[in-house]
């Protein structure tokens, strides 16, 4: 039978807690009955509402009464409960059951219950009859589980879970906590402790007393104090088994190149611990750990072969020893960051054999690039590096840079010979110890010739494809197969590397003409520098060589298109030439200077335009060119009519805007017809006549000098004055005359009775490091300016100057001219000596040891073929082999590492 309890306390002990429902008091008397003032969450609750025998004089319905009671859930309003009327029950009233599984806040140790009364109509509230509170709690329940630990043999900390969160814990709901060490005296926990659903008992001894380590028994129990409902737990522990140390403390650390001593020190010296130490290089960022692990007895520990100059992260940790066994916790942890100290880098630096770019046309010298080494191989700071050059059995003194961040250096290098370039680096302590990093040079002409129409064109501003064809090889002795293709590229411009190279290679095929091959950059296209180099297997030595990086003269986008229009000029002919039509030319776009790819083809349009609206007065006619065109003549023009000529070159990306030119025919039978038309320009009567002018005293200089030399002393030697290529012509007809033009355009110079005169430097065809049209370069030329010479006979006869000043005629160790800084100065390679042949590498004439020599010296290899052949029947053994493709051809006796007689 559970005890009744005086409602007068339920309500004080509500007002305490400050939940005060605001009412008005009905002007009749009521109560509100329950068989108990304590429930269980999940209980039922039985209470009734009866009206006083008091009250009989008045009308009153138990109809109108109902129930109020607090709200369950945060943000809800206080729940309206309805009843059922007493049945057998002298007294007005209503019954209702209530079951109540939460509150609105853990706070929440009643519930709240009102009886109501719905009053006459005009009233706006219903008044309170009576109050009720019910203390509500958990029903008590045995712990779910339970664990201890003993803390550096010190003290004692055990811990349960009580499964619920009580709410009338030190009031109604009791927990308490025994322990024995014999199970017949019980003692009460010193130090008990409850945090929600946690209940914590720890024991300790005082400060000079020794705490007992052995068999341990606890008695737990939870009682409700109102209800008499109990439950309760026993737990049986081996305090020298659950012993978590103390962590270690006192820690140092001495570092050298490859290994930390560290010591340190235990409060508990007389408990044997094993100590674990782990140990990593401190991770970056979101980089995972890759941990090692020591363990030892000792106080101290050597963590060996790490690595130089390296932070490492050390955790360590200890765990008791039980008859040599590690039982209990491992303590917490003490962590240290020490770092070791530097050393000797244990890498070279990268060096390819393509990784480098003659600076002249002889290639007296040469920029090496190369790939710095890794982090991990660095061992110490980066201080400089050490470039040595050999030739000849010769030894160039060390070149040391001292910049730590140099990616390239220029080395000089002897042409006739072939220079091999080793490169080291060096951290405060030393120089590698690896054998250097090492390029060969080859002699002046003697290496393998550069790739051809090399094509840069960006699909997207990171991604971009590169083009190019395989060079031209001659015929003659086998002395070096093409390997691979070297394809490279970094921050910087068309003169070449401005940051460090980064490469990709491109294996070699036999046969195969034309190559190509994706790439994704980090950053947009424009900001880069993009170059190949042919690399190259010396069979006779297991050497490579290569021709050297031929940097790409300009990239553009795919989808570019230009931002002016074409410079469109007339050319101004005589009459009777003309025969009633206008030869107009125009300037080409380069990828140099408007950032375009090859024009595919140029639209022509021609009409006649009216005078005051200069208006298209009918269709134009249309005619379609090839994107190499530069020129069109428009036939059948009437006198008088004024004329529109239109282009517009057409790209993979759109059209260039539109180039418009507009002038006047005039007749062809007089001059005066024609000077009509002349708006703003020099009359046409007036250049002829000068011409005629100037054409009059160069025939008469020119018979004087005839009859001079007739007359000269055969034995004397007349030496005149050299005339340059490019200067400006005797003859000064070829003045600059403007036809009627509209625009501000210059028409092109003129010979008499002959067309323009081109400078070939302007090269009609779109060139990036060679042009789009794959036409065959005449591999002896160098371009300069030509004019045209007219004979008595009236027939024009073009002369050509091949001399320019710009281009001397010598080779580059690779078969081609270069320019500044390893940049072609001409974009046709250098004919190469008749002995320098190669052929594509196939998988049978090089191995994979080969290839996996790339860029380092090997040893050469013995041909005993070659004993049959020497220097001094060369002409023989070339006859011989002229036509051979045998991949094992031997090379005569005498000749050097590239196949050549020294004297020859």
Known sequence: MRPKWNISLALFLYCLGGQVLAWQKCPFRGAINSDSSVFYFGEPINLNCTLDPGNENQLLSESKLFFMSSKLEEGQDDRTLYGRPLVDSPRLGIAIVDLVNQTASKDNKYMH?????NQDLEEKDPCTVAHFFVEIDYKPLPPKSGSCVTYNWERIECYWDLSVEYRQLHGITDTSVDYSLTTEKWTSCPSLKVSGRNLTCVIQEGKNDVLFMGQYYFHLVVNNTKTLDSVSSEKKIMSTDIVKPAKVYSVSAMANKTSIHLKWSVEKINW????????????????????????????QAVLQDLKPFTEYTIWIAAIPLVRNQSRGFWSDIRSIVNKTKQDVPSDVPKLDPGFYACVDTNCTAVRIFWKKISDDSKNGIITKYRIISKFNKTQTPPQFIENPSATSHLVPVNNKYSTKILLNVATEVGFSTKSDSSLIVPPLGQGPPFPENIIV???????????????????????????????????????????????????????????????????????????????????????????????????????????????????????????????????????QKHGVGPVLNFTVEVCTVDNETKNCQEPPRVKVLNGSETSYRVKNLESGKNYKITVTAGFNGGSSPPAQYQFRSFSSLTIEEANKGTEGGVPLGVIIGTLVAVFAVAGFIFIAWRIRRCLRTPEMEIELPTVKSGE??????????????????TPSKVQNGGVKSVNMLENPYYLSSQDYSGHEHNKSLIYTEYSYITDGSGVHTETVNFNNSHAAPSSAPNGSAVGAEGMSGDDTPYPQSEHATSTN????????????????????QSDHSAATLSCENISAYVSASAGSHNNDSSAPAGVNEFGYCPNV
């Open 841 to 860: 590498l196939t998988s049978a004439s090089i191995t994979s040891a080969d290839l996996d020599s790339y860029s380092k010296a090997a040893e050469p």
């Open 457 to 591: 064109e960006a699909q997207q501003a990171k991604f971009i494809n590169i083009s190019w064809t395989s060079p031209s090889i001659h015929s003659g002795t086998k002395t070096y197969f093409i390997t691979n293709y070297s394809v490279v590229w970094c921050i910087g411009d068309h003169t070449g590397c401005k940051g460090e190279i980064d490469s990709e290679i491109v294996r070699a095929e036999k046969g195969k003409e034309h190559y190509w091959t994706n790439l994704t950059l980090p950053d947009s296209f424009e900001m880069f520098a993009f170059g190949i180099s042919v690399d190259a297997y010396m069979k006779k030595n297991g050497r490579f060589i290569s021709s050297g990086i031929r940097w790409n003269q300009c990239a553009y986008a795919a989808d570019a298109v230009p931002d002016e229009p074409v410079n469109i000029n007339p050319v101004i002919e005589d009459p009777g030439v003309s025969n009633n039509s206008m030869l107009f030319t125009w300037t080409h776009y380069t990828c």
């Open 272 to 299: 044997p611990q094993l100590f674990r130490l782990r140990y990593t290089v401190t991770p970056v960022r979101d980089q995972n750990p890759d941990w090692q692990e020591v363990n030892t007895t000792e106080t």
């Open 728 to 745: 400006k012509s005797i003859s000064n007809h070829t003045e600059n005359v403007p036809l009627l033009s509209s625009g501000n355009h």
């Open 113 to 117: 219950y009102m009886c109501m009364y």
